[in-house]
């Protein structure tokens, strides 16, 4: 019996046990040490990153590629000898994009303003000034919109992204633009939303550092607009992209529709394109939106979780489980969501293996599918696991992006345990702790193990809503130190647990 597991048998009793009783041993420095060093001197994470995203490309659930690169996956995983290599067969949703996402506004207005240099510069700063986005690249981004509009129409085009889910439709109207709910119900009960377009566009909250908490509070109308505005007699719904970033690159995502309803077609667009038709629909009394999508829903289609182990030497049948999800949106090439997340567990795996660790319990490297449209796998698999009768004691979830690891969100009796090291996280910047772990592929297996303990990958969080679900999400958007690093704390994080609990 180690003093590790003293320490937790105390913690599980008294949470207030000091976290002097516990000294970071010599053997814990040089495991951190060798993992560290392996991953930044030949890593393996980055590598692997570049071949899946440069070969097999987006793989939204369903898709030609998501099977294509399951496949990939499994042959990769094998050529690293792991105790085991499986997949995991599980039905998932089929949505297709289609060909036509196109959103167009018609504005004589603009037309006209553009037609004359002056007034066209006029019109950029009065747009700046009544964006959301008060900053300089909220000009020039709006500027670069406009100049590149061709000045002899009548009709503009805005860079748009149908959300995954949306029913299809081909319609016209006026906009009306909002930035928070109770402006629309009152809206919506006065019937001003009656047979028109709802532009939902309220902003990332800019001043807040953590910036996963300011895209949950925006997600939200990305996620619920139609619900919200469709039985106020709306017909479509647009979302200003969730991201922190002026540009030009809409952002897809998930939406839902319930089941009492009447779902209409929703679209994102890009940050800077709703600042332009937020500033029109308040200028232009003849503003007309035209919304054209022709996506749709194919038959479900098989694919797979894909899972990589270690085998436990003391404790076999306990499990530590730790991973990402291996499908993406169909832009970009989901290098950050979710490759770095897959490639975070995998490495971590490999780099225990690098170094010889033998551990006490099964340590499970998981690629979950279908996340962003379903969480099929990871439904599938905590099913499937209580069914075989195995017992997972933690699990950790990557799907944060792959940029420099800060820390780790932790459940209860982990957390008292991790802190205690936390003087050597420090020394690999990756002592920022959380109270509370989790994850949507994660989340499940605490409903068929109540006493997992759950914990999230936390990497600085600054630049990922830059390139979430948006074409910019391309492996050359991922920086080989970063991804490595996050893989290494990954493995650390794996080590300590496997090392203390019982
Ligand atoms: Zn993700």
Redesign the pocket.
């Known amino acids: 019996m180690n003093c590790r597991f003293v320490y937790l048998i105390l913690l599980v009793f008294s949470y207030s046990i000091s976290n002097a009783q516990y000294k970071v041993t010599a053997q814990d420095s040089a495991v951190f040490k060798q993992l560290f060093n392996l991953s930044l001197t030949n890593g393996h994470a980055y590598a692997r990153l570049g071949e899946l995203c440069k070969t097999i490309g987006p793989r939204i659930s369903g898709s030609d590629e998501a099977e294509k690169g399951v496949n990939w996956a499994f042959r990769m995983l094998k050529s690293y000898n792991f105790d085991q290599v499986d997949t995991q067969g599980v039905m998932v949703p089929r949505w297709v994009r289609g060909q036509k996402e196109i959103v167009k506004i018609k504005s004589v207005y603009l037309s006209k303003i553009l037609a004359n240099s002056k007034n066209r510069t006029q019109l950029i700063s009065d747009i700046a000034k009544s964006s959301y986005s008060h900053s300089p690249a909220a000009t020039f981004e709006c500027e670069s919109y406009l100049t590149a509009q061709t000045k002899s129409t009548t009709w503009f085009q805005l860079p748009a992204k149908t959300l995954g889910g949306s029913v299809a439709g081909k319609l016209e109207a006026a906009v009306v633009s909002i930035t928070n709910k109770n402006q629309l119900d009152s809206l919506g009960k006065l019937g001003k939303l009656k047979n028109k377009i709802v532009l939902l566009n309220r902003p990332m909250d800019e001043a807040e550092l953590n910036t996963f908490k300011a895209y949950g509070a925006c997600a939200t109308q990305r996620v619920l607009g139609s619900n919200w505005c469709s039985p106020y007699g709306a017909i479509a719904v647009l979302v200003r992209s969730v991201s922190n970033k002026c540009d030009l690159n809409p952002h897809t995502g998930s939406i839902y529709y319930a089941k009492d309803i009447n779902p209409i077609p929703m679209a994102a667009i890009a940050t800077a394109a709703a600042d332009v038709l937020h500033y029109l629909s308040q200028q232009d009394p003849q503003l007309v939106v035209s919304i054209e999508l022709d996506c749709k829903f194919l038959p479900d289609r098989l694919s797979a979780n894909i899972m990589a182990q270690t085998n436990g030497t003391l404790y076999p049948n306990k499990i530590i489980a730790f991973g ?2 291996f499908d ?1 949106w169909d832009v970009g090439e989901g290098a950050h ?2 490759g770095a ?1 897959c490639m975070h567990a995998f490495e971590a795996l490999r780099l225990l293996k690098a170094i010889g660790y033998k551990p006490r319990h099964t340590l499970r490297c998981v690629f979950w599918i279908n ?2 449209n379903g969480v099929r796998g990871a439904n599938e698999y905590a099913r499937r696991s209580a069914a075989l009768g195995e017992n997972h004691i933690v699990a950790i979830e990557s ?1 944060r992006g792959g940029f420099t690891p800060r820390g780790f969100g932790v459940d209860s009796v982990l957390i008292q345990l991790v802190k205690a090291y936390t003087p050597l996280l420090n020394h690999y910047g990756i002592g920022q702790l959380e109270n509370g772990g989790g994850g ?1 592929d994660i989340a499940p297996l605490k409903t068929v193990f109540p006493n997992i303990q759950l914990v999230s990958f936390i990497p600085d969080s600054q630049r990922y809503f830059d390139v979430h679900h948006a074409e910019t999400d391309v492996f050359e958007s991922v920086n080989k130190r970063e991804l490595e690093l996050g893989a290494a704390a990954m493995a650390v994080m794996i080590y300590l647990i496997d090392q203390s609990m019982d």
């Open positions: 990402g999800h993406s969501d979710d997340g996340e962003e799907d949507v």
